[in-house]
């Protein structure tokens, strides 16, 4: 065997016994909007790198501009206390790895949310973190009048209008789990709580894995947010070989 062949053959070698790529690493992000009992809406976003995941939640309830115009007839007192993920292809959740962040309503300290695997929000996920049933620690609406959350609640609340952009103004969810996941491929079903009543109602992107339908309606984000991102990246790309060039001129 010549040299030529024994380089290529030593390249496929190790190509085979280097770990494969987290091809399932992904970020999806969509405004979903409905409910099994009184009507919700929530910006949600899922970004996973490797074993960690970050999601963030914003409670569009009572928000006349939410997607779909669905917005103004939401029950403004929703109170989130729960979100499953399901269709994960068995990826757990690592238990104890949760970090929680968010603006709170003037006045209140909500505490962290538990994380949990193979339990239910509704139905059977696999992997979820949840505040309990009642609306204390929830995320509230900055679009609810005075009255319609519980003063006695301590709750995560953000703004009826803000820049979706702002990171600050998200409840934000971190954590990490174990096994690869795309979440372009799953689902999720978000839990609401009537800030008043304790009524609780559902709202999943997909049929359940008892076969119940979705009751969301979602949304992903508008080719004009796609095309400026797209710009974005390519912008910071084009930053990179501006820089490598520079460095490569100044050695010279």
């Not at 917005?71 to 989130?80: E, I, K, L, P, Y």
């Not at 690592?94 to 970090?99: E, H, T």
């Not at 174990?178 to 992107?205: F, H, K, Q």
Request: with cysteine; charged share 10%; net charge positive.
């Amino acid at each position: 065997m010549n040299r030529t062949s024994r380089f290529v053959a030593l390249l496929g070698a190790l190509a085979v016994g280097l770990p494969a790529t987290a091809f399932a690493d992904g970020f999806t992000s969509y405004r979903v909007c409905g409910g099994v009992t009184f009507a919700t809406c929530a910006a949600v976003s899922i970004n996973v790198v490797g074993s960690d995941v970050t999601v963030q939640v914003w409670n569009l309830s009572g928000n006349g501009a939410a997607t779909y115009g669905q917005g103004a007839s939401t029950n403004a007192g929703t109170v989130f206390t729960g979100i499953g993920f399901y269709n994960t292809s068995g990826v757990s959740a690592v238990l104890g790895s949760l970090n929680m962040t968010g603006p709170a309503r003037a006045g209140d300290s909500p505490n962290s949310w538990s994380l949990g695997n193979n339990s239910s929000v509704g139905f059977g996920v696999d992997f979820r973190t949840v505040s309990g049933r009642g609306a204390n620690n929830g995320i509230a609406s900055g679009c609810a009048a005075s009255g319609q959350v519980s003063g006695g609640a301590s709750v995560f609340q953000t703004p009826c209008a803000g820049a979706l952009g702002n990171s600050n103004e998200w409840v934000t969810f971190s954590f990490k789990i174990s096994g690869n996941w795309d979440p372009r491929g799953s689902d999720i079903t978000l839990r609401g709580v009537d800030g008043l009543t304790g009524d609780v109602t559902e709202c999943a992107t997909g049929p359940s894995p008892s076969g119940t339908p979705a009751s969301c309606t979602t949304v992903t984000p508008e080719p004009v947010s796609m095309a400026l991102l797209a710009t974005g990246l390519a912008g910071i790309g084009g930053m990179g070989v501006f820089r490598r060039r520079k460095q490569k001129q100044n050695i010279a």
